[in-house]
């Protein structure tokens, strides 16, 4: 059984682009919640609705680590650049642009890699409230809303809204 030249470098390109679909960038990753320094609300039976003031709204900037480029990238991009290169011109012609290719390719599948596993700076909020009986809570958001310092807010099963 003969396999066609033409066959193969079809299947090596297909397989190199799935792999280069892996390095999607990832998506943002949001601290959402109550913050560690402040106490737990007292444990109550049923639904717990608090009222109180915003007290303060500050930008929190965090980070992702980044991960050292793993080399799957520049041998994916290397591949799919020698089965391109391939393609191009015949006899040394042919061999000195696969040469290119998969150089170029591993290139540039190396620096996908890298800019997908850089770090990431991430931006949330962090809400502090002035309850009616006088505690102070603090709750991360991804963003603020219509919120603003001063007004009167509820907070719901630690969920906050205008009120």
Known sequence: MKISIRLV?????????????????????????????????????????????????????????GAAPTGVGAVAGGVLGGVLGHQVGNGRGNTAATIAGAVGGALVGNAVESNNNAPRQYQ??????????????????PSPGDLRIGDRVRIDNGQISRF
């Open 9 to 65: 470098s079809v299947a090596a390109s297909m397989l190199a682009l799935a792999s280069l679909t892996a390095c999607v960038q990832p998506q943002p990753v949001y601290q959402t919640g109550v913050s560690q320094y402040q106490p737990p609300p007292p444990p109550r039976q049923g639904p717990y609705v608090e009222y109180g003031r915003i007290a303060n709204i500050e930008v929190i900037q965090s980070q992702s680590s």
């Open 124 to 141: 949330s909020f962090r809400v502090s409230v002035q309850t009616d009986n006088g505690a102070f809570r603090a709750f991360d958001v």
